[in-house]
C-alpha cells in the first residue's frame, strides 16, 4: 500500500512539475546589440539559451518585443552572426507564435531543447522604438510620455537638448529640424512613471532607445522636471514652380504628400508662405494641375487656418491621411506677393532694410517713409512694433544690391529709381 502511494505521488509531483514548467514565464535578454536589438537568450532551469531561426517569422519577434517591454509593431528578425556566436544550449526550435501572446511559452515549439540546428542558426531580433505620446496639447506639442513594460511614463529635462527633441518628433512622423523643448508645466503635471533621465542623443538616431540614459526609471528627478516638445516645425516645399509658388508638399512620417484643397482659403496659404519664409501678406492659393499632376499620399484634407499658426500643424483638418479627396485637388500657393525682408550690415535687430520680390533683393526709399512703416517691418521681422528708422546717404558702391534697384514705398506702384540716386532706410529697435 504504502509503495503503490509513493509511486502515485511521484507522479503527481512530475506532472505538476511538467506543468509548471511549460507555462511559467521564462525570462529574455538581448546579447551582444543594444537595449532595443541583439541575438536573443532566454532562461530556462536557470540556463541561458538560445532560440534557433527554423519556422521563425515576425510574429514570434513580436512576442519576444512585447516580453522586453517593447511594442510589437514593426518587430522584426535576422540572423545572430552579427552579434557573436553563442554558445551553451539551444533552447527552443521550430517557435510558432500567432503573434498575439503575451510569453513565447505560449508558443508552439518541439520542446525545450530538442532541436536539430547549430549556434549558426541562432535567432536575432530588432524591436521597433518605444510608443511615444504627447499629452496635454496638440498632435504636434505637449508633454511626452514614452511606453515602456506595458506603462506610460515621463522624460525628465536633465541633460536634454532640442537634438534630443528632433529624435523624439521623428519618431512621432514630424521633422526633425526645429524641435525644440521646454517644461511640461503649460500642460498639466503628469503622475507615475518617470522613465527616463539624462537622455543624451546625437540627433540622428531613429529611437530614443539609441540615445544613452540612465536606464529604464532611473532618475532622480520630480514631475515638475518632465518634459515638454514642440514639432510645429513641419517640412514643406513647393513643387513644379518655383520658389515661391508651385503645388504644395508637406513632409510626414517621412513621406512627401499633398494637401487637397477643400475648406481651404488665402489664410492657410498664409500659413504656408510663412514656413516657407515669405510674408503672409498676399498669399494665395489655386489647382495645382498648372504645376504638374502628382502622385503618392495625400497627407491633409478640409485644413481651416486662422492666418495667425506658425506651422500647419497648429491648424484643424480631418488627421494625417484622412481625405475624400483625388490629385486633381491638390492645393497649389503663391507666395510672390508676399515680400521677403532681411537686415544687411548691422545686427540681427538693426540694419539696411533689403526685401525679396520676383526672386530679387532690393532696398526701400526713405522718401514719405515713417515709424510707423517702421513697424510694419518690425513685425514682420519678428520684433515688437517698438521702432524706428534713420537715414543715410546711398551710394552704388556702399548698397549691397546686386541690380541697384530700389522698390521704393511699399505699398507704392511707381517704377523703381537707381540705387544711386535715392537714400536707404535703417532700422534701428
Not at 298 to 305: A, G, R
Request: charged share 15%; proline share 0%; hydrophobic share 35%.
Amino acid at each position: 500500500m504504502h509503495l503503490f502511494l509513493n509511486i502515485f505521488l511521484t507522479k503527481i509531483v512530475i506532472l505538476l512539475g511538467y506543468f509548471c514548467s511549460a507555462h511559467s514565464t521564462v525570462s529574455v535578454r538581448l546579447v551582444g546589440g543594444t537595449m532595443s536589438r541583439g541575438r536573443v537568450d532566454i532562461m530556462y532551469n536557470n540556463t541561458w539559451g538560445t532560440i534557433c531561426d527554423d519556422l521563425f517569422t515576425n510574429k514570434s519577434a513580436g512576442v519576444l518585443c512585447h516580453m522586453l517591454g517593447f511594442s510589437r509593431s514593426g518587430a522584426s528578425f535576422g540572423g545572430a552572426s552579427v552579434y557573436g556566436e553563442a554558445s551553451g544550449p539551444i533552447w527552443l526550435d521550430n517557435l510558432v507564435c500567432t503573434g498575439s501572446e503575451t510569453s513565447i511559452t505560449q508558443c508552439q515549439f518541439n520542446g525545450w531543447g530538442v532541436h536539430d540546428c547549430g549556434h549558426s542558426e541562432d535567432v536575432a531580433i530588432t524591436c521597433s522604438s518605444v510608443s511615444v505620446r504627447l499629452v496635454g496639447g496638440t498632435m504636434s506639442r505637449g508633454r511626452v510620455e514614452i511606453m515602456y513594460n506595458n506603462t506610460w511614463g515621463t522624460i525628465c529635462d536633465d541633460s536634454f537638448t532640442n537634438k534630443s527633441a528632433g529624435v523624439l518628433c521623428h519618431m512621432l512622423g514630424f521633422s526633425r529640424s526645429g524641435a525644440w523643448f521646454g517644461a511640461s508645466s503649460v500642460y498639466r503635471e503628469a503622475s507615475g512613471k518617470i522613465w527616463l533621465d539624462d537622455l543624451v542623443c546625437t540627433g540622428s538616431e531613429t529611437s530614443i532607445t539609441q540615445c544613452q540614459f540612465n536606464g529604464w526609471g532611473v532618475h532622480d528627478c520630480g514631475h515638475s522636471e518632465d518634459v515638454a516638445i514642440n514639432c510645429s516645425s513641419a517640412s514643406v516645399r513647393l513643387v513644379g514652380g518655383t520658389m515661391s509658388r508651385g503645388r504644395v508638399e508637406i513632409l510626414y512620417n517621412n513621406t512627401w504628400g499633398t494637401i487637397c484643397d477643400d475648406s481651404f482659403t488665402n489664410k492657410s496659404s498664409g500659413v504656408l508662405c510663412h514656413m516657407l519664409g515669405f510674408s503672409r501678406s498676399g498669399a494665395s492659393f489655386g489647382g495645382a494641375s498648372v504645376y504638374g499632376e502628382a502622385s503618392g499620399t495625400i497627407w491633409l484634407d478640409d485644413l481651416v487656418c486662422t492666418g495667425s499658426e506658425t506651422s500647419i500643424t497648429q491648424c484643424q483638418f480631418n488627421g494625417w491621411g484622412v481625405h475624400d479627396c483625388g490629385h486633381s485637388e491638390d492645393v497649389a500657393i503663391n507666395c510672390s506677393s508676399a515680400v521677403s525682408v532681411r537686415l544687411v550690415g548691422g545686427t540681427m535687430n538693426n540694419g539696411r532694410v533689403e526685401i525679396l520680390h520676383n526672386n530679387t533683393w532690393g532696398t526701400i526709399c526713405d522718401d514719405a517713409f515713417t515709424d510707423q512703416s517702421a513697424v510694419v517691418l518690425c513685425h514682420m521681422l519678428g520684433f515688437n512694433r517698438k521702432c524706428s528708422f534713420a537715414t543715410s546717404t546711398c551710394t552704388s558702391d556702399s548698397l549691397r544690391n546686386d541690380n541697384n534697384t530700389v522698390y521704393e514705398n511699399v505699398a507704392s506702384n511707381e517704377q523703381p529709381r537707381r540705387a544711386d540716386e535715392e537714400m536707404y532706410t535703417e532700422l534701428m529697435f
